[in-house]
T-cell receptor, first 118, second 114 residues
Framework: DTGVSQDPRHKITKRGQNVTFRCDPI?????LYWYRQTLGQGPEFLTY????????KSRLLSDRFSAERPKGSFSTLEIQRTEQGDSAMYLC????????????????FGEGSRLTVL | SQQGEEDPQALSIQEGENATMNCSYK?????LQWYRQNSGRGLVHLIL?????REKHSGRLRVTLDTSKKSSSLLITASRAADTASYFC??????????????FGQGTILTVHP
């Protein structure tokens, strides 16, 4: 399967613990996005990368959150000292932006990583 | 923050009927997209309409865009039980630092009864 894959699909942790999520985008895609989605809401933007460069971070991304995309391939999203309010689905998506600045426009999403903080 | 509002929040119809969902947004856009999400799953792209387009079709989907009213609608014709899902509109801003960063609405939950 050549789609976006996320791991783990489900994570249950205790408050105060650290968690890390991994996203493997579609191989030729140079842009990678992280979104967070809570029950009954639409996805909210967290951050995105073009290749290995992190271009923008949302104000939702507190100091406890950090994202990396070493070598412009897979990405990790780490949450330190988790809080109950961090419970959500964390969605990763990728897209292609051409050298000329044009792109297909659509995002390809993974199945998400559901985090439950007890 | 959510860019747009979707209406209705929930829609329940019988198989074979048409379903119409509306989306309003606030800022200028490069394009508007619609996505579908089955419960507990990721989002799947359905259709994209550019700011200079007014209507677009894809199979049983018809999307309209009115940039003067900052609104869009998604029509699903001859609905099927398998169309049961949440539907989200997402706006792609005009060129700038946020180019390519989609902002999603809160979604419409569609239930199609067999």
């Amino acid at each position: 399967d050549t789609g976006v894959s996320q791991d783990p699909r489900h994570k249950i942790t205790k408050r105060g613990q650290n968690v890390t999520f991994r996203c493997d985008p579609i191989s030729e895609h140079n842009r990678l996005y992280w979104y967070r989605q809570t029950l009954g809401q639409g996805p909210e933007f967290l951050t995105y990368f073009q290749n290995e460069a992190q271009l923008e971070k949302s104000r939702l991304l507190s100091d406890r959150f950090s994202a990396e995309r070493p070598k412009g391939s897979f990405s990790t999203l780490e949450i330190q000292r988790t809080e109950q309010g961090d419970s959500a689905m964390y969605l990763c998506a990728s897209s292609l932006r051409s050298e000329q600045g044009a792109r297909t426009g659509e995002l390809f999403f993974g199945e998400g990583s559901r985090l439950t903080v007890l | 923050s959510q860019q747009g509002e979707e209406d209705p929040q929930a829609l329940s119809i019988q198989e074979g009927e048409n379903a119409t969902m509306n989306c309003s947004y606030k800022t200028s856009i490069n394009n508007l997209q619609w996505y579908r999400q089955n419960s507990g799953r990721g989002l799947v792209h359905l259709i994209l309409i550019r700011s200079n387009e007014r209507e677009k079709h894809s199979g049983r989907l018809r999307v309209t865009l009115d940039t003067s009213k900052k609104s869009s609608s998604l029509l699903i014709t001859a609905s099927r039980a398998a169309d049961t899902a949440s539907y989200f509109c997402a706006t792609d801003p005009i060129r700038g630092t946020s180019y390519g960063k989609l902002t999603f609405g809160q979604g419409t939950i569609l239930t199609v009864h067999p």
